[in-house]
Structures are given as structure tokens and as C-alpha cells.
């Protein structure tokens, strides 16, 4: 059972000593198009992105990553997973308010995403974010589901 008390926890960046947490996340949130081991590393490490967590102590419950293009001031959410043991507890919303602000205070206009059309929970939690959609995906997931591409203009 997931417990709201979030008196410990704290937002902040990820490291290279959160990859198995995060791989964890991944494969517990994800029936396919999972990332691994390998792709958090270079995440992290090298690729022009972001990667923001929610921790309890040692205990990582959620993460956004955000991905950057050089030339454009915006970012893409490229993935936002919460723990099973989490779900419902304002993890996702606390990530994507702090990835906005990160955003925000680099200089970034707006902020993408794709989100599958059966996922009403992080639809609702995007458009009550202010998030509109401009385009889909046809068959954009491994099991053939579209994507609704979402937007959200910072500063409004």
C-alpha cells in the first residue's frame, strides 16, 4: 500500500549510483520499449538530457528525463516512470512540476511529450498541467498503440 507521507522526500538529479533504481523503475512500469542498464549510463553521462528523481533516503520512487536539443529551447520528456509502490501518491506530478522548472530556468520555451491514447492517468495529470495536444503518433509503441503528442508553453 502506498503511503502519502513525503515528509523525506526530496527531488533532485540522478546519478550514475541510481541506474539499478532506475532500471528497476523501467522494467516495473514497462511491458516493451524499455531502457537499460547501458542507455542510462550514456543518459546520464554523455547524451544532452536530464534526468530528475524522487527519493525517500536511499529509495528512488520515480524519475522524469528530459532531452535536450542544441538549437531549440525546449525539452522533450522522453520518459517519467513511477514506482508501482508509488502510483497515486503525486510522485509523477511532483516530477514533471520540478522537470518544468528545471526547464524553465534553462532557458526553455516549452515542454513535449508523447503519451500513449489508452493512458488516461498521465493524460489527465498532463492536460491538468496545462498540456495540449498538436499532432499524433500512429502505432508508436511496441504493441501498435498511437501517441498523442502533447505540448506545454513554460511561463503561461
Known amino acids: 500500500?502506498?503511503?502519502?507521507?513525503?515528509?523525506?522526500?526530496?527531488?533532485?538529479?540522478a546519478t550514475t549510483s541510481d541506474i539499478v533504481a532506475l532500471v528497476a523503475i523501467e522494467n516495473a512500469s514497462f511491458p516493451g520499449?524499455?531502457?537499460?542498464?547501458?542507455?542510462?549510463?550514456?543518459?546520464?553521462?554523455?547524451?544532452?538530457s536530464v534526468t530528475v528523481v524522487d527519493v525517500d533516503g536511499a529509495?528512488?520512487?520515480?524519475?522524469i528525463l528530459l532531452l535536450l536539443?542544441?538549437?531549440?529551447?525546449?525539452?522533450r520528456v522522453y520518459s517519467l516512470a513511477t514506482h508501482p509502490a508509488h502510483l497515486g501518491c503525486g510522485v509523477a506530478a511532483r516530477l514533471l512540476t520540478a522537470a518544468e522548472h528545471w526547464a524553465a530556468a534553462h532557458d526553455c520555451m516549452e515542454v513535449r511529450l508523447e503519451v500513449r491514447t489508452d493512458n488516461t492517468a498521465s493524460l489527465a495529470l498532463f492536460r491538468q498541467r496545462g498540456y495540449v495536444a498538436f499532432g499524433r503518433h500512429a502505432a508508436y509503441y511496441h504493441?501498435?498503440?498511437?501517441?498523442?503528442?502533447l505540448r506545454r508553453i513554460l511561463g503561461l
Not at 1 to 13: C, E, F, K, V
Not at 59 to 63: F, I, S
Not at 143 to 149: E, Q
Open 69 to 75: 536539443r542544441t538549437g531549440w529551447r525546449g525539452a
Open 143 to 149: 504493441d501498435g498503440m498511437d501517441a498523442l503528442r
Open 33 to 48: 520499449d524499455r531502457l537499460d542498464r547501458r542507455r542510462f549510463r550514456y543518459l546520464l553521462t554523455q547524451a544532452n
Open 1 to 13: 500500500m502506498p503511503t502519502n507521507d513525503y515528509t523525506d522526500s526530496a527531488i533532485r538529479l
Open 59 to 63: 529509495a528512488v520512487r520515480g524519475y
